[in-house]
């Protein structure tokens, strides 16, 4: 269940559109969220590789839990996505920012999965109820 709360938060704050459209003073939350976005982002990006990394460990539960093993997968790979697209300024200022070429390469990626993150945010308010969902029924 944890999984699934943590994974619409940080959808919530991968889709700020969505939220200002709803909440008139979501706008003032977004901004106070908005400095800690790059490390959120990173430590969610971290959160669902430890996701797939357990979820791969853990290959017998597709004989004896096949939907919670792939929900948890799933859930796992659009929070490391989700995280890795919020977390990418951090990134690029402490690891790249050295390296002009591959700071130009990260600016190119960025730019094309830009677009894609208000879809990939919905989709993981979508994975997320389905884990909350999920850990009830199937756990």
């Given at each position: 269940?944890?999984?699934?709360?943590?994974?619409?938060?940080?959808?919530?704050?991968?889709?700020?559109?969505?939220l200002?459209?709803?909440?008139?003073?979501?706008?003032?939350?977004?901004?106070?969220?908005?400095?800690?976005?790059?490390?959120?982002?990173?430590?969610?990006?971290?959160?669902?590789?430890?996701?797939?990394?357990?979820?791969?460990?853990?290959l017998?539960?597709?004989?004896?839990?096949?939907?919670?093993?792939?929900?948890?997968?799933?859930?796992?790979?659009?929070?490391?996505?989700?995280?890795?697209?919020?977390?990418?300024?951090?990134?690029?200022?402490?690891?790249?920012?050295?390296?002009e070429?591959?700071?130009?390469?990260?600016?190119?990626?960025?730019?094309?999965?830009?677009?894609?993150?208000?879809?990939?945010?919905?989709?993981?308010?979508?994975?997320?109820?389905?884990?909350?969902?999920?850990?009830?029924?199937?756990?």
């Open positions: 269940m944890f999984y699934g709360i943590s994974l619409i938060l940080l959808s919530i704050i991968a889709v700020p559109s969505l200002l459209a709803k909440k008139p003073n979501a706008k003032e939350l977004l901004a106070k969220v908005e400095p800690y976005q790059g490390w959120i982002g990173i430590f969610f990006c971290f959160s669902g590789v430890w996701g797939i990394i357990t979820s791969l460990l853990n017998g539960w597709i004989t004896t839990l096949p939907v919670w093993w792939t929900t948890l997968l799933a859930g796992s790979i659009v929070q490391a996505v989700l995280g890795f697209m919020l977390g990418f300024g951090l990134i690029n200022k402490f690891f790249l920012s050295k390296n070429k591959a700071k130009e390469k990260a600016t190119i990626l960025r730019e094309k999965l830009a677009p894609k993150q208000g879809k990939l945010g919905l989709l993981g308010l979508v994975v997320g109820t389905w884990m909350i969902v999920a850990s009830i029924l199937f756990i």
